[in-house]
Nanobody
Framework: QVQLVESGGGLVQAGGSLRLSCAAS????????MGWYRQAPGKQRDLVAT???????RYADHVEDRFTISRDNRKNTVYLQMTNLNSEDTAVYYC????????????WGQGTQVTVSS
């Protein structure tokens, strides 16, 4: 059973930075896409950024110049470096891993709270 363990959330002042980590275990992680999504109160869960096993990245427009996603395939870990945070970044951030070739799967982490105070 694949497990995703997130860490690094917390409270930060506007303009500050945080780094989220998500470690995957319990499965085969070749040819996967790992990523971060976020969900603010009363809103749907939205894409923040994704990265493939080969290092191809994708970002939501509103974070592209401030957030950086990276991945260490040896550690099966994905990171999200967030800079210049603002109150609109306040949300629960969820790690995701998916594989679209056999064995096909998708898993979510438990979420980590990021709160930006103004």
């Amino acid at each position: 059973q694949v497990q995703l363990v997130e860490s690094g959330g917390g409270l930060v002042q506007a303009g500050g930075s945080l780094r989220l980590s998500c470690a995957a275990s319990g499965g085969y992680f070749g040819s996967t896409t790992m990523g971060w999504y976020r969900q603010a109160p009363g809103k749907q869960r939205d894409l923040v950024a994704t990265i493939t096993s080969g290092g191809n990245t994708r970002y939501a427009d509103h974070v592209e110049d401030r957030f950086t996603i990276s991945r260490d395939n040896r550690k099966n870990t994905v990171y999200l470096q967030m800079t210049n945070l603002n109150s609109e970044d306040t949300a629960v951030y969820y790690c995701n891993i998916r594989r679209v070739v056999k064995p096909v799967y998708t898993y979510w982490g438990q979420g980590t709270q990021v709160t930006v105070s103004s």
